[in-house]
């Protein structure tokens, strides 16, 4: 399973969740996969799109899925220590884990070495999940959880031939603010 | 009026209802009460870049977000500013204790000190210098200037105001 699969997998068992999802790759095979008013696809700023999540998860009810990768998140590990403490019940993170950097040539990262599922735990996430590269994600089983929860997804590295997203950054934001109702 | 005072009736003129921090000593006493205000959410980060992330998804989710930080979170943020703030023309007020200003005892504070409005006008960050005396008004503006054009709008507090 690579990254693409592991997207569509999660998203054919969405409803209605608020998607923040991470820049370069992960965007662009979401916005192949599917395309929706419900998603934000965050075009710079690495290592932002979990601390995006915590804060937009607790301003409003709705369910926050956050797409980070393993470069991003060891980016900004200090995120996953604020969101336990914050505790935010609709806050799903899901780390889609390929071990290296994907979209920059697949240099590699060190979670080959640390175990980001356990990082979660030593930080203290009691609902966490890992899948493997050949394991089945249930993620309505996930979606049932009282979060913050932290989903743990190890993918193959690669890439899927997909396009550039054609949406303007004040397109994106606008849509999406119009779905949760905030503009 | 207290300088403290000032800032915080700046706050909640504009309507500022979620707050993200990194502590400096001169903020100590705003950071107390904003800790007591229920109309307010305080989160407390591990990093100023990371507090805009959080104060960005809020805004998103309908919130007045402000940061309060020490300047030299400034320098951590640079890129958030640009490629998040920037890029989608999200507001903020940022109120910043700006060390390395004159009467700064330690000499460490002063590079960043003097670099931090030559960043904020590379960011092409509007910023603003305000006394005790003005800075309620000034902050009120600020949130005015940052909700109705889509920007970061920034507040640098010397040493000499408080």
């Known amino acids: ?20 999802c991470n820049i370069g790759f992960p965007s662009r095979e979401l916005y192949s996969v599917k395309d929706s008013p419900n998603y934000f696809y965050m075009l710079g700023s690495m290592g932002m799109a979990s601390s995006i999540g915590l804060g937009l998860a607790m301003a409003q009810k709705r369910k926050v899925v956050v797409f980070d990768g393993d470069g991003s998140v060891l980016m900004n590990l200090g995120g996953l220590v604020t969101a336990y403490n914050l505790a935010p019940q609709n806050l799903v993170l899901v780390v889609i884990d390929n071990e290296c950097y994907g979209s920059t040539g697949s240099q590699c990262t060190y979670t080959r070495t640390v175990d980001l599922k356990k990082v979660a735990n030593a930080i203290g996430f009691k609902n966490s999940f890992k899948f493997s590269i050949n394991d089945i994600i249930e993620f309505e089983k996930i979606l049932k959880t009282t979060g913050p929860v932290f989903v743990h997804i190890k993918v193959k590295p690669g890439n899927a031939n997909v396009p550039i997203i054609d949406m303007a950054p004040e397109e994106i934001i606008n849509r999406f603010m119009k779905e949760i109702k905030t503009i | 009026m207290e300088s403290t005072q000032s800032v915080y009736n700046g706050l909640k003129d504009a309507g500022i209802n979620f707050i993200v921090s990194i502590p400096c000593v001169n903020l100590g006493k705003l950071l107390e009460i904003i800790d007591l205000d229920n109309e307010i959410i305080h989160v407390p980060v591990t990093r100023e870049e990371e507090g805009f ?3 960005a998804g809020a805004y998103m989710g309908g919130m007045k977000p402000a940061i309060l930080m020490q300047n030299s979170g400034l320098g951590n943020s640079v890129n958030v500013l640009a490629s998040l703030y920037n890029l989608y023309k999200i507001p903020i007020l940022m109120i910043m204790s700006h060390r390395g200003t004159k ?9 960043m000190g003097n670099a931090t409005p030559l960043i904020l006008d590379a960011l092409n960050i509007t910023y603003f210098n305000p006394s005790k005396e003005d800075a309620q008004y000034i902050i009120k503006k600020s949130w005015d200037i940052a909700k109705s054009k889509g920007v970061p709008v920034g507040i640098l507090l010397e040493i000499t105001f408080w």
């Open chain 1, 1 to 20: 399973m690579e990254r693409i699969e592991a997207i569509k997998t999660i998203v054919d068992q969405l409803n209605d969740e608020l998607i923040i």
């Open chain 2, 53 to 55: 992330g959080i104060a």
């Open chain 2, 103 to 111: 009467g700064e005892f330690m000499d460490a504070q002063v590079p």
